[in-house]
T-cell receptor, first 111, second 113 residues
């Protein structure tokens, strides 16, 4: 069945790199996504990666995909206090573009 | 471009009542999806509308229904509210064929008492 798992919390110091991890169970995943949710707000699409890729970089964000281990990670370089939020990993399957979300990782950035 | 807008932002209802939530998609988008996000959880897919028809549905009871209008805006209706329906309801819009890039609204916080 479909299942996306994430650790619930991550605490980092400002200026350090953050790495948020996600595992998924369905090998037929088509796209994998990272969304950001700030307090009281909706979800903001940060980036996504097609399942036949293993890396995507976009400014401070680096997404790594290990298909063998069904593991996805999001690295945020030079983490800032404004990066404090909940980060959701999500996947879609086959021809469906309905993402299945994990429970989210709460990133806390402290000075 | 106002992006995806939802109304109201908050509301409180009593068990057994009915509620209607509204969503206006981002300009140029024709597909609207609705999600329920309980506290501490990720969003759960309710259903998706395209060309004024429900195209896909998640694991939600018939108490949850929707509608899409010719201008692509959408409504989510929930009947016979339960305490467990308390959640943040999110609307996402996209373009058919470009559904990889869905944009979310700020959500409607529904509290059932």
């Amino acid at each position: 069945g479909e299942d996306v798992e994430q650790s619930l919390f991550l605490s980092v110091r400002e200026g350090d790199s953050s790495v948020i991890n996600c595992t998924y169970t369905d090998s037929s995943s088509t796209y994998l996504y990272w969304y950001k949710q700030e307090p009281g707000a909706g979800l903001q699409l940060l980036t996504y990666i097609f399942s036949n890729m293993d890396m995507k970089q976009d400014q401070r964000l680096t997404v790594l995909l290990n298909k063998k281990d069904k593991h996805l990670s999001l690295r945020i370089a030079d983490t800032q206090t404004g990066d404090s939020a909940i980060y959701f990993c999500a996947e879609t399957f086959g021809g469906s573009y309905i993402p299945t979300f994990g429970r989210g990782t709460s990133l806390i950035v402290h000075p | 471009d106002a992006g995806v807008t939802q109304s109201p932002t908050h509301l409180i209802k009593t068990r057994g009542q009915q509620v209607t939530l509204r969503c206006s998609p981002k300009s140029g988008h024709d597909t609207v999806s609705w999600y329920q996000q309980a506290l501490g959880q990720g969003p759960q897919f309710i259903f998706q509308y395209y060309e004024e028809e429900e195209r896909q549905r998640g694991n939600f009871p018939d108490r949850f229904s929707g509608h899409q209008f010719p201008n692509y805006s959408s409504e989510l209706n929930v009947n016979a509210l339960l305490l467990g329906d308390s959640a943040l309801y999110l609307c996402a819009s996209s373009r058919q064929g470009r559904n990889t890039e869905a944009f979310f609204g700020q959500g409607t916080r529904l509290t059932v008492v």
